[in-house]
């Protein structure tokens, strides 16, 4: 069993010191299985600190900007993201957030609102931020929120810890479709109400026909649990070589040391690659301007999970960031009031989550496509 | 020379000026179907989370063959010195621009945040290179772009200045263009081909396929055009040029089919649950069928176009040519766009079948970029005409010239 060697037997902290070691139980070394090669370029960027990227990003591009003539334009020494931004600046005299920030009239607070749209705007992907950088944006969202709703918010960009990764396990014996987890899942998580966005879908099946999701209900409105049926959850798996992540084209999605799967909803350009590429159906897309009610929202945040989102960005279930890296568990798993959902470090040799992966039989959906999801079902 | 084509674009029978101000009103209804989209964001749009791409990337996907097929006709004329091609490829690069054109606008279009697009632009944004193939669309698309205008541009240019080309200058980038049509191709193929979560894209046949098929409809449109300019201007092409160019239609045609009945072949001899969408593409699911009235003209059309033109003598009848082409520029439109595109996504992943139906916004929007697309070639066209036909020459060598004389 290929799956029990690798979550078992496996320090990922060991493998990043030497990437070249496969521990993958597939017996191969030459990545055919899937999961060797994905983790090593993320861990290779990681390798490097954010502010060695940045010099080194900054080196580069200083150059090419004394070629390309921005500096004689403004005479000062900047990378291609300022000059863009300046040259933008003076280009959209037209645009909105520049003529409030310029406007006599408006007062103290509308130029505050201006000055953070415009950072905002032009800020550079949260991955590559340096922890500065990162403070900053979250500090301007705030403000923001409370500049415009005039209420706090508290968000954390807590980084993943050492030593962690992330894993779930579904009880499909326990699970009666009360769908608790999911009305708790979109009450954490901030999702529309508009277009009922849910991240988790409970797929109601006829027993004795075994697994025909073809034929299961996802959608279903009755009484649970019906008779003769059996119920079955799925979400965003958190794949351990995720080809969302891999498709991405501007990577504004990617896979945490903690094995969480996320996305920076601001620099995400709403391509829907990862949409196509996902085989789980883990995605949502905010197709218009997501909605909550001001008393709904969940007001405990994280950079890169619940905060809210805008129009034309794309979200998914990031096993409640905000939560699970303060030590809580997700939503889901409180409050699932049969107790069918697991969720726990699956490098801590004590986790139930562990456990129950050593003592069930337990499967993964699709395992075919080598996407390692962290995602196991199982029977009691 | 802008200031000379502007003037000479902006001159012309009443037709032209009818024709052009019919494009206009078109381009600006989908420029107010586009800022209705972004006001209200994709839900303007018939995508939902089950059928995440629509119109707008079928046509890209369409547009991306068209705009590479210019290069079936580069090949011969400048490399070969194959006179007789000369005319038709000015027209086939200008329509490959166009082409191209088009599908950048597309993909603005099918974008969530246009607003934040300079995350893409190398330098500035972070580009996902090499595991995108998205990124490395973008880079094929804009090199081929920049080719495309930059080898015209200096034919007609020296051609303005009544000079000959060099072709010492031309030759290496024709070359170079020859092998980047096929690369656009093919990234744009494997675009789909890549993905393990779609089995009716996840398919080794869909990148030759979609060669052949391009290399079908792209010539097709450009006799069609030169059909159209021959009709209308005093400019001279020979019919030798295209039958030749039907020629290439008819055998890009022949493998496009063989490769259907291959790929036919293969979902619904052995059908696993990966021919689902076939099924549903071809007979419907669970009645749900709305692609079957597409499905079922196109593959006719095709057919028919294709045993019709193999027969020389019918092929060589304009009128026959003329529909044959026209048939099969609009067959290997629905096939290669929806009829490949939103099968993907049906059934999805959970095998739910949820039926997508453009709305009008989003039809009216991809109309106004196809109006802008056939905006731009004419414009491009009749510069390259007049300068073809000595119309429009470089002044100061023509008053130079009516001095010594
Ligand atoms: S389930 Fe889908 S969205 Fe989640 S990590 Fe895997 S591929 Fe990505
Ligand atoms: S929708 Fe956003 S996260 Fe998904 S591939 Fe496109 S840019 Fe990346």
């Not at chain 1, 789980?280 to 945040?301: A, C, T």
């Not at chain 2, 093919?186 to 789909?192: E, I």
């Not at chain 2, 496009?256 to 036919?264: D, Y």
């Not at chain 2, 057919?303 to 003598?313: E, G, M, W």
Request: aromatic residues 12%; contains cysteine.
């Amino acid at each position: 069993m290929s799956e029990k060697k690798k979550w078992f037997t496996l320090d990922l902290g060991f493998n990043k010191k030497v990437p070249t070691a496969s521990s993958c139980g597939c017996g191969k070394t030459s990545g055919g299985c899937g999961s060797h090669e994905a983790p090593s370029p993320s861990k290779n960027e990681h390798a490097m600190t954010a502010e060695e990227f940045d010099k080194a990003v900054e080196g580069t591009m200083v150059d090419e900007t004394r070629k390309d003539g921005f500096q004689q334009v403004f005479d000062v020494k900047m990378d291609r993201r300022t000059a863009f931004r300046k040259l933008t600046a003076s280009l959209l005299v037209g645009a909105g957030a520049v003529q409030t920030s310029c406007s006599v009239i408006a007062g103290e607070e509308s130029k505050e609102k201006a000055q953070i749209d415009w950072e905002e705007q032009f800020k550079g992907n949260y991955k590559l931020m340096t922890q500065e950088e990162r403070d900053a944006t979250v500090d301007r969202l705030v403000r923001s929120y409370q500049l415009r709703k005039k209420e706090n918010i508290k968000m954390s960009a807590t980084d993943a810890s050492k030593d962690v990764l992330f894993g779930y396990a579904f009880n499909i014996s326990k699970c009666q479709g009360y769908m608790d987890c999911v009305s708790a899942c979109v009450e954490e998580n901030n999702q529309d109400r508009n277009s009922q966005m849910q991240y988790i879908r409970i797929h109601e099946m006829k027993d004795g026909e075994g697994f025909k999701f073809n034929e299961a209900d996802d959608n279903y409105y009755h009484e649970v649990p019906a008779e003769g049926h059996f119920y079955m959850g799925t979400q965003c798996f958190h794949c351990d070589d995720p080809p969302c992540v891999d498709v991405c084209p501007v990577q504004a999605t990617w896979r945490e040391e903690d094995g969480l799967v996320v996305i920076d909803y601001d620099w995400c350009i709403g391509c829907r690659y990862c949409m196509a590429a996902c085989p789980y159906d883990g995605r949502r897309f905010n197709w218009s301007k997501p909605e909550v009610p001001e008393e709904e929202v969940n007001k405990n945040q994280h950079y890169l999970g619940n905060r809210m989102r805008k129009k034309g960005v794309m979200e998914k279930c990031t096993f409640c960031i905000q939560r699970s890296r303060a030590g809580k568990d997700p939503a889901c798993v409180e409050a699932c009031p049969t107790g069918a959902r697991i969720f726990g470090n699956l490098l801590d040799p004590d986790s139930t989550i562990r456990w129950v992966l050593a003592n069930k039989k337990v499967f993964r959906l699709k395992e075919d496509l080598g996407t390692e999801p962290k995602f196991w079902y199982f029977m009691d | 020379m802008v200031k000379d084509s502007l003037g000479y674009i902006t001159h012309g029978s009443k037709t032209y000026h009818i024709w052009m101000i019919f494009l206009t009103a078109i381009m600006l209804i989908g420029m107010y179907c586009y800022s209705i989209q972004l006001e209200e964001g994709l839900s303007a749009t018939g995508m939902t989370d089950r059928v995440s791409w629509g119109l707008y990337i079928s046509n890209f996907t369409f547009l991306v063959g068209v705009a590479a097929a210019a290069v079936m006709l580069v090949m011969p004329t400048y490399v070969l010195n194959d006179i007789d091609f000369k005319h038709a490829v000015l027209i086939g690069e200008g329509l490959a621009v166009a082409a191209l054109l088009m599908c950048l606008a597309f993909v603005v279009a099918d974008m969530g945040g246009p607003s934040v697009l300079w995350h893409m632009i190398p330098g500035i944004g972070v580009f996902n290179f090499p595991n995108s193939m998205l990124a490395w669309d973008v880079i094929v698309l804009n090199g081929y772009l920049f080719i495309n205008i930059t080898i015209p541009l200096y034919i007609l240019f020296r051609h303005y200045q009544g000079k000959e080309a060099k072709r010492s200058v031309y030759i290496p980038g024709s070359i170079l263009s020859v092998l980047w049509a096929v690369g656009i191709h093919l990234v744009t193929a494997f675009l789909y081909e890549g993905l393990q979560a779609r089995p009716f894209w996840n398919n080794a046949l869909l990148g030759p396929r979609f060669l052949a098929s391009a290399f079908a409809a792209g010539p097709a449109l450009i006799i069609l055009v030169l059909a159209v300019i021959r009709k209308f201007t005093e400019f001279n092409i020979e019919q030798k040029t295209i039958n030749k160019i039907a020629m290439i239609v008819v055998v890009a045609a022949q493998i496009n089919l063989i490769m259907l009945v291959s790929e036919l072949f293969k979902e619904f001899y052995a059908p696993t649950h990966h021919s689902e969408s076939a099924y549903y593409l071809f007979f419907g699911l669970e009645g749900k069928t709305a692609l079957l009235p597409w499905i079922w003209t196109a593959i006719p059309l095709n057919v028919l176009a294709t045993v019709l033109l193999t027969f020389h003598k019918l092929r060589r009848n304009p009128k026959v040519l003329y529909f044959c082409c026209f048939i099969l520029f609009v067959a290997i439109w629905i096939e290669k766009g929806f009829g490949l595109i939103v099968p993907g996504f049906i059934p999805g992943p959970y095998g739910t079948i949820a039926e997508y139906r453009p709305t009008g916004v989003e039809i009216g929007v991809t109309l106004g970029i196809w109006a802008m697309g056939a905006f731009i070639f004419t414009m491009l066209a009749k510069t390259s005409i007049g300068i073809e036909l000595g119309k429009l020459r470089y002044r100061k060598k023509e008053k130079l010239a009516s001095k010594a004389a």
